[in-house]
């Protein structure tokens, strides 16, 4: 069992930036691939990064791409989005998810979601 919490969200004007952390439970971490994604308003979650288990390979959806930067500390449990450059329609609730495998099949664990807004 992993559990996951994000946290960091929170009101920034255009341009701005924010860090989103995700803190996970258990001792199994490092052998899950994590992923973030977000949900607008009226919108399907979408896919915004991916992040293998060693933190060795990244991916990101071509709308963050250059803004936004997936991380992961191992040895403290706990996976990042750092998001510069922030844009309105950036605003969303986030979440983070854990897989078995990166960028392959289905996220077994998922936090709660923070929430971000940028206004403009």
């Known amino acids: 069992q992993v559990q996951l919490v994000e946290s960091g969200g929170g009101l920034v004007q255009a341009g701005g930036s924010l860090r989103l952390s995700c803190a996970a439970s258990g001792r199994t971490f490092s052998r899950y691939a994590m992923n973030w994604f977000r949900q607008a308003p009226g919108k399907e979650r979408e896919f915004v990064a991916a992040i293998s288990s060693s933190g060795g390979s990244t991916y990101y959806t071509d709308s963050v791409k250059g803004r936004f930067t997936i991380s992961r500390d191992n040895a403290k449990n706990t996976a990042n989005l750092q998001m510069n450059s922030l844009k309105p329609e950036d605003t969303a609730v986030y979440y983070c998810?854990?897989?078995?495998?990166?960028?392959?099949?289905?996220?077994?664990?998922w936090g709660q979601g923070t929430q971000v807004t940028v206004s403009s």
């Open positions: 998810a854990a897989a078995q495998r990166y960028l392959r099949g289905t996220n077994d664990y």
